[in-house]
């Protein structure tokens, strides 16, 4: 990956090079925007919820319109009304309930997390790879945090999807960062 990395930054086009003041001002804005979504948690998850629920219904209603473009393929037609349909209740719930979305997404998360640990532990012992303690260490992270998750649930649901989002938004507003100051050294 780091090498894909450096073939990009020194194979940058000129444009790229000369303008790399707004990548580190979009990584820098998305970072404070990861900060203010974990500060304000319980906001970013409601707010990820409405948004997600409404993203779902307006994809219902153009995989309708789609459905009715499928002339002659009836079967081809059924399944896609159904998929919006399905669509549209999921983003109705979403965007009316936005509470309870959040804690059974934040239960679905818990048991994955739980899921992909005890499966990262169970193939790290019985793999004998190099590096195996590694993946014992990912799989311990993840049981932990599923564990947490759960232990806390139903008031996890409320704040813990807002947490990652805003986690995320930092890490990729630093990569970004990290990205427009090594096109800075090439300018």
């Given at each position: 990956?780091?090498?894909?990395?450096?073939?990009?930054?020194?194979?940058?086009?000129?444009?790229?090079?000369?303008?790399?003041?707004?990548?580190?001002?979009?990584?820098?804005?998305?970072?404070?925007?990861g900060a203010v979504a974990i500060l304000w948690a319980r906001t970013a998850?409601?707010?990820?919820m409405v948004f997600l629920g409404a993203l779902l219904l307006a994809i219902a209603f153009i995989v309708f319109i789609f459905a009715f473009s499928l002339a002659g393929y009836?079967?081809?037609?059924?399944?896609?009304v159904l998929w919006a349909i399905l669509l549209a209740i999921i983003g109705?719930?979403?965007?009316t309930r936005p509470v309870v979305s959040a804690e059974a997404i934040t239960l679905v998360v818990?048991?994955?997390?739980?899921?992909?640990?005890?499966?990262?532990?169970g193939f790290a012992l019985s793999s004998h790879i190099q590096g195996q303690w590694l993946y014992v260490f990912d799989g311990l992270v993840s049981v932990g945090l599923g564990g947490l998750l759960l232990a806390g649930w139903p008031?996890?649901?409320?704040?813990?999807?807002?947490?990652?989002?805003?986690i995320d938004l930092i890490l990729r507003g630093s990569a970004i960062v990290a990205l427009g100051l090594s096109l800075r050294g090439i300018a």
């Open positions: 990956m780091q090498q894909q990395f450096d073939v990009f930054v020194a194979q940058a086009p000129s444009d790229l090079t000369t303008h790399w003041g707004w990548l580190v001002a979009l990584g820098v804005s998305l970072a404070v925007l998850t409601l707010f990820s009836w079967t081809a037609f059924f399944i896609h109705f719930i979403l965007v818990a048991f994955y997390f739980l899921v992909t640990g005890v499966v990262a532990i008031v996890t649901g409320l704040w813990a999807i807002g947490l990652f989002i805003g």
